[in-house]
């Protein structure tokens, strides 16, 4: 059974930082790329940050040189480093799969106030 649960949200001021955490079951991690999508307020979900098995790093441009993804495949757990907030980057934050998501878990908030 496929479980994900993130971690980490909050409430944070624009320039923070926080990191976000995902716990994942039932899905190989060493075995898919993995990725961080956002749903903002009223938005549809967006991937923003994905990881290959080779461990190389693909970032939206919104994103890109502020946010951080890496793996811990002993683990099987991913990870999302942010930096220098945004409050554009408010959102919901789910990780999953980079490739044919399906089941989701319940996300962690991420508010960044101005």
């Known amino acids: 059974q496929v479980q994900l649960v993130e971690s980490g949200g909050g409430v944070v001021q624009a320039g923070g930082s926080l990191k976000l955490s995902c716990e994942i079951k039932?899905?190989?991690?060493?075995?898919?790329?993995m990725a961080w999508y956002r749903q903002a307020p009223g938005q549809l979900r967006d991937l923003i940050a994905a990881?290959?098995?080779?461990?190389?790093?693909s970032y939206d441009e919104a994103v890109k040189g502020r946010f951080v993804i890496s793996r811990d495949n002993a683990k099987n757990t991913i990870y999302l480093e942010m930096n220098s907030l945004k409050p554009e980057d408010t959102g919901v934050y789910f990780c999953?799969?980079?490739?044919?998501?399906?089941?989701w878990g319940q996300g962690t908030q991420v508010t960044v106030s101005s």
């Open positions: 990881v290959a098995t080779s461990y190389v790093e």
């Open positions: 999953n799969k980079q490739y044919r998501a399906k089941v």
């Open positions: 039932g899905i190989d991690v060493s075995a898919n790329a």
